[in-house]
């Protein structure tokens, strides 16, 4: 990502600030100043000018190419190659212009970073004619954490969304500010770099979950509150029951009346699909991902953290306070008090979908219908060497021809339907989630085929390689026509195929689609049959995409009843997936969500918001722009609870919650959600 600026930066003079610096890994370096119209001088850029203006701007005007920017570099810009004492960078800037502009940053600790090794690198929008300190944090995970505490950086600041491996803070080399490809030239005002602080982590986190150093609309300060805070939304509940015209399942009550069958099915209805509730109304399904009674994270080797640690999470490893606080506020009878206040809440926010991966005691409930969920394991990965796929077996995937894969799957399928395959009350299932098709680097459409090529780099034995094998033996007359037609050389069908992305070629591209075609064929077809076998009256809603080639796509839409995507966007664009009208089978999103951190978390998630009234706005936006595309049945907010403050099993520690870990729910949201969730009947039988 972002190696072209690299490319462009190894042909243009270092840059050069307007002092040196010398700065002690135990002190910060001062900041960066532009205090005399010398810096020009000094300064180097990257398809970009500048100009200075008294009595400290420097005007970088981008140009419209590809990576353009600017760089400083240690023993030129500033002598402090140790950063050991830094937390982050503060960019000091501001967009003059008209429309918003995606600023790019990037650290580098060696000078063969190219974008990929050896630096990190983070994002922020800047507003029309906004001036804001944007924050660049240094730390690749704080202590297990994809965010840490804020930086202290002033009032109008903003955290950019930094990614990338550790850095050898002790030897920072560079970094350099640069834009993304602009479509036009851009303009950006730029005032000072300050370094900033590590952050105190001892005693961040409170007894009730919460983040200590800081106050907030809504934070928990005595267990007394949180019977305060029940009665009061006991009363609003009371108040506000389900949205109006809907049937027991959450189905349009007043819209036609359709054939009763007494389960989840689909229809299409003057050129918008739907789905149908058991009753025959037309359904449309907006809920909420991992509705459970817990949001736990790791704890080991961070005690410290922690201002009170109940001795309960320090024998387990793992800290629970969203559990710890419903046994607070419900009491001895805590689990289906909550259930009981779960399945009151999502009506009446407008929700009526428990979405996947939440528990079965609010299946159990019969009050909001749900989606089920399969997992299955114990497959070999398709993986040669030479591609294999980083990190761990998440981001690879497992090959759908090993001989093992139908009987491992049934076996799954068996046991996830025993208790729910004659429950009316069940949507239907989502098998697997967001498989490895392709590169992760190609996140969405795909395209570098990096399954076929791991396949055929393979050894032998796999099968999957011997699958591929088979269709090119049965294409060409001998390996040697098939090496001419790929430009490889190979002696033997049972050598390795070892090609990167821009050696593939016309035949290369059409061989390996027709690979994924096969493997794809394979899987849906296997699945499809077991569901229907032992879940027949329930959907299948797929395998939840994330990257998705088109000929997996395509096969999908043969065998699943409903395709499901995860999308994560400020809204979903209808000439980019305009597509979903032409499968032929309705469409649901699996996951999509906003996040905040003006409410005490570290982490806005994978979409982010100023605050929570915007993030309430991004959320009816990102609704009605699905409610008005024809071939959409739904879309699933990912989740019900904020993640653990100090991160879950993987880092993640976003705002992404309709509650907060105290049981609390976000007022803007909520409302907002319940706002746009009752228009879903009338706005999607207008979708065109």
């Given at each position: 990502?972002?190696?072209?600026?690299?490319?462009?930066?190894?042909?243009?003079?270092?840059?050069?600030?307007?002092?040196?610096?010398?700065?002690?890994?135990?002190?910060?370096p001062p900041p960066l100043l532009f205090s005399d119209s010398n810096a020009l001088t000094?300064?180097?850029?990257?398809?970009?000018?500048?100009?200075?203006?008294?009595?400290?701007?420097?005007?970088?005007?981008?140009?419209?190419?590809?990576?353009?920017?600017?760089?400083?570099?240690?023993?030129?810009?500033?002598?402090?190659?140790?950063?050991?004492?830094?937390?982050?960078?503060?960019?000091?800037?501001?967009?003059?212009?008209?429309?918003?502009?995606?600023?790019?940053?990037?650290?580098?600790?060696?000078?063969?970073?190219?974008?990929?090794?050896?630096?990190?690198?983070?994002?922020?929008?800047?507003?029309?004619?906004?001036?804001?300190?944007?924050?660049?944090?240094?730390?690749?995970?704080?202590?297990?954490?994809?965010?840490?505490?804020?930086?202290?950086?002033?009032?109008?600041?903003?955290?950019?969304?930094?990614?990338?491996?550790?850095?050898?803070?002790?030897?920072?080399?560079?970094?350099?500010?640069?834009?993304?490809?602009?479509?036009?030239?851009?303009?950006?005002?730029?005032?000072?770099?300050?370094?900033l602080p590590k952050p105190e982590l001892r005693g961040i986190v409170d007894r009730f979950g919460q983040y200590t150093h800081a106050e907030w609309p809504g934070k928990l300060h005595a267990e007394t509150e949180l019977a305060e805070r029940r009665a009061k939304e006991q009363r609003w509940l009371r108040e506000h029951p389900s949205v109006a015209e809907r049937d027991e399942f959450g189905g349009w009550k007043k819209g036609p009346q359709l054939q009763s069958t007494g389960f989840f099915r689909t229809e299409q209805c003057d050129g918008r699909w739907w789905l149908v509730t058991p009753s025959g109304h037309l359904f449309w399904s907006i809920g909420s991902t991992c509705v459970r009674p817990e949001s736990s994270g790791?704890?080991?080797?961070?005690?410290?953290?922690?201002?009170?640690?109940?001795?309960?999470?320090?024998?387990?490893?793992?800290?629970?306070?969203?559990?710890?606080?419903?046994?607070?506020?419900?009491?001895?009878?805590?689990?289906?008090?909550?259930?009981?206040?779960?399945?009151?809440?999502?009506?009446?926010?407008?929700?009526?979908?428990?979405?996947?991966?939440?528990?079965?005691?609010?299946?159990?409930?019969?009050?909001?219908?749900?989606?089920?969920?399969?997992?299955?394991?114990?497959?070999?990965?398709?993986?040669?060497?030479?591609?294999?796929?980083?990190?761990?077996?998440?981001?690879?995937?497992?090959?759908?021809?090993?001989?093992?894969?139908?009987?491992?799957?049934?076996?799954?399928?068996?046991?996830?339907?025993?208790?729910?395959?004659?429950?009316?009350?069940?949507?239907?299932?989502?098998?697997?989630?967001e498989l490895a098709w392709d590169s992760w680097a190609q996140l969405g459409t795909g395209g570098e085929y990096l399954t076929a090529r791991e396949a055929i780099a393979a050894p032998p034995a796999l099968a999957a390689r011997q699958a591929f094998v088979k269709l090119l033996r049965a294409k060409y007359s001998s390996v040697e026509a098939f090496a001419k037609a790929w430009g490889v050389a190979v002696r033997s069908w049972n050598d390795p195929v070892v090609i990167k992305p821009?050696?593939?070629?016309?035949?290369?591209?059409?061989?390996?689609?027709?690979?994924?075609?096969?493997?794809?064929?394979?899987?849906?077809?296997?699945?499809?049959?077991?569901?229907?076998?032992?879940?027949?009256?329930?959907?299948?809603?797929?395998?939840?995409?994330?990257?998705?080639?088109?000929?997996?796509?395509?096969?999908?839409?043969?065998?699943?009843?409903?395709?499901?995507?995860?999308?994560?966007?400020?809204?979903?664009?209808?000439e980019k997936w305009k597509s979903a009208n032409d499968l032929g089978k309705p469409v649901v999103i699996g996951e999509f969500h906003f996040g905040a951190t003006d409410r005490g978390m570290f982490h806005t998630g994978l979409r982010p918001t100023q605050s929570q009234a915007e993030r309430a706005k991004a959320y009816a936006a990102y609704v009605r722009s699905v409610l008005a595309m024809p071939a959409f049945v739904g879309c699933h907010w990912f989740q019900y609870v904020d993640q653990p403050l100090t991160g879950r099993f993987d880092g993640e520690n976003y705002n992404i919650g309709l509650v907060t870990v105290t049981d609390t729910p976000y007022p803007e949201l909520t409302a907002e959600a319940r706002k746009v969730n009752a228009e879903i009947y009338r706005l999607h039988s207008q979708a065109k």
């Open positions: 990502m972002h190696a072209c600026f690299d490319n462009a930066a190894r042909f243009f003079p270092l840059l050069i600030a307007s002092f040196a610096l010398n700065a002690s890994a135990a002190e910060l000094r300064l180097s850029t990257s398809s970009a000018t500048l100009r200075w203006t008294p009595p400290g701007t420097v005007c970088v005007e981008f140009k419209k190419t590809t990576w353009p920017g600017v760089r400083f570099e240690a023993g030129k810009a500033y002598d402090a190659k140790d950063w050991s004492s830094v937390g982050g960078l503060a960019l000091d800037l501001r967009n003059p212009g008209d429309e918003p502009i995606e600023v790019h940053a990037r650290v580098d600790d060696d000078a063969k970073a190219n974008g990929t090794v050896h630096c990190r690198q983070g994002h922020a929008t800047v507003g029309p004619r906004e001036r804001v300190t944007l924050v660049f944090p240094m730390e690749a995970t704080a202590v297990g954490m994809r965010a840490g505490p804020p930086l202290e950086a002033g009032n109008n600041s903003r955290r950019m969304r930094v990614g990338g491996k550790p850095l050898d803070d002790s030897h920072i080399v560079a970094f350099l500010l640069f834009l993304a490809k602009p479509a036009q030239p851009r303009t950006i005002e730029f005032f000072s770099v300050r370094w790791p704890i080991k080797g961070r005690e410290t953290m922690f201002a009170a640690l109940p001795d309960a999470f320090a024998k387990k490893g793992h800290a629970d306070f969203y559990q710890l606080n419903l046994q607070r506020k419900y009491g001895e009878n805590w689990l289906a008090e909550w259930v009981a206040a779960t399945c009151a809440r999502l009506p009446a926010w407008g929700f009526n979908t428990i979405a996947n991966w939440s528990v079965p005691d609010v299946f159990r409930a019969h009050k909001v219908p749900y989606t089920a969920t399969v997992h299955c394991g114990g497959l070999p990965f398709i993986s040669a060497e030479e591609y294999k796929h980083i990190p761990g077996p998440s981001r690879r995937l497992p090959d759908f021809f090993s001989e093992r894969f139908p009987e491992r799957y049934e076996a799954a399928i068996v046991k996830a339907a025993a208790e729910w395959r004659d429950d009316p009350w069940c949507v239907g299932w989502f098998v697997d989630n821009a050696q593939l070629n016309e035949a290369s591209r059409a061989d390996c689609s027709a690979f994924m075609t096969a493997l794809a064929e394979r899987y849906f077809s296997v699945v499809s049959t077991a569901m229907k076998k032992h879940a027949p009256n329930h959907l299948y809603l797929g395998c939840r995409f994330a990257i998705r080639p088109k000929e997996v796509v395509a096969v999908s839409a043969k065998y699943c009843d409903v395709v499901s995507f995860n999308i994560y966007a400020d809204t979903v664009d209808p």
